[in-house]
Structures are given as C-alpha cells and as structure tokens.
C-alpha cells in the first residue's frame, strides 16, 4: 500500500540496502522465510534506530563542538543511556591495550588471592 506512494515522493524511503538485511535476517536459523513487507519494515526500523543512536550520540558527545561523530560519542551513548545499555558489548570504550592488561593482570592476582 505505503511503499509505492513513499517511492513516488522525492525522499527515498530507504536508505539501507534491503538486501543485505535480508541476508542478515536469513543468518538466523530461525528464519526459514522472509516476508517482502516485514523485510521492509525490519529495515526501515533499524534505519530510524541507527538514525537515533546517532544524534543522540552527537547531541550528548563532543560533536556539536566539532560537528562530526566519533567512537567515543557511541560508546559514551551506549554505556550512560539506558535504552542502548544491550550495546555496550558491541560498543565498548576504548581503552590502552597496557590498561587491559594491568587490570586483567589484577584480575589474575585477584583469583590467586582467592584459593
């Protein structure tokens, strides 16, 4: 019904490739087949998600001064907001590789202390 009417407009209704989300869907073995309109929606919603993680990464981070978007802006959203708290893993801070391993090294002597 919609997807004619938006494709006529001037704006593109999508700016994510379709296929490629198709093919992420059909990663899951859950997923025997793909519906062509919940294909459409399933994109359109992670496009409008990355579009929100993005500017409230730039409106909360250091962007407005430098009007561009860094790492560090998405990792600060994903690790102090709580709605991309389930981000944290696939966006951690940055640290120095000798920081991770003065703490994995206290994490050692930790456990040692421990037996």
């Known amino acids: 019904c919609c ?59 250091s962007g407005k001064e430098t009007n561009s978007l860094s790492y560090s802006d998405l990792a600060n959203t994903a690790q102090e907001t709580e709605t991309f708290h389930f981000l944290t893993d696939i966006l951690p801070k940055k640290i120095l590789a000798q920081d991770y391993l003065n703490s994995l090294e206290q994490m050692q002597e930790e456990e040692g202390a421990d037996y």
């Open 3 to 61: 997807k004619d009417d938006q494709a006529s407009g001037s704006k593109k209704p999508i700016s994510l490739p379709i296929s490629r989300v198709r093919l992420i869907m059909k990663s899951s073995p859950d997923v025997s087949s793909i519906n062509q309109d919940a294909l459409f929606l399933t994109t359109k919603a992670t496009e409008l998600f990355v579009q929100h993680l993005a500017l409230s990464s730039f409106n909360n981070g």
